[in-house]
């Protein structure tokens, strides 16, 4: 029988989440960037599943995060095992309060949007 240290660490985002937490009873809690950087430094890249596509949450890990690129093998997860666990990156996007607009080279770009990011802490208890 598998233990919780022989299930990946999984990596998922909002839509991740949703088809992860199919069935079974759940923990969750809010995790600092730092404390999700940490998590994922001390797990081999072998020992974690990627379970998005989403480009800007990678760019999230390894540019804002700071830890080292790493290429986590991909796997689309349904269902989380009982004592396995999960680094959840939430993006949540907004209008922007204020529309500043920038000129290059004669090209006008406007900021319509603030784009957040938070993580959480996932453990599939039973």
């Known amino acids: 029988m598998k233990t919780n240290k022989d299930l990946p660490l999984l990596l998922l985002d909002n ?3 949703m088809s992860a ?3 079974g009873e759940f923990k969750c809690h809010n995790l600092t960037l730092e404390e999700a950087k940490h998590i994922l430094e001390i ?6 599943l990627r379970c998005f596509s989403n480009s800007d949450i990678e760019t999230v890990m ?3 995060l700071g830890i080292a690129k790493r290429d986590f093998a991909y796997k689309h997860i349904r269902n989380m ?6 680094i959840v990156f939430k993006l949540y996007v907004t209008p922007s309060e204020t529309q500043p607009v920038v000129h290059v080279d ?5 900021k319509i949007q603030n784009v957040y990011v938070y993580c959480q802490y996932l453990m599939r208890i039973s």
């Not at 797990?43 to 974690?48: L, P």
């Not at 095992?81 to 999960?86: F, I, V």
């Open 81 to 86: 095992r009982p004592g396995q666990d999960a």
């Open 62 to 64: 390894y540019q804002y």
């Open 43 to 48: 797990h081999k890249e072998e020992d974690v």
């Open 21 to 23: 937490l199919n069935e």
């Open 106 to 110: 004669n090209v006008e770009a406007k």
């Open 15 to 17: 839509s991740a989440m």
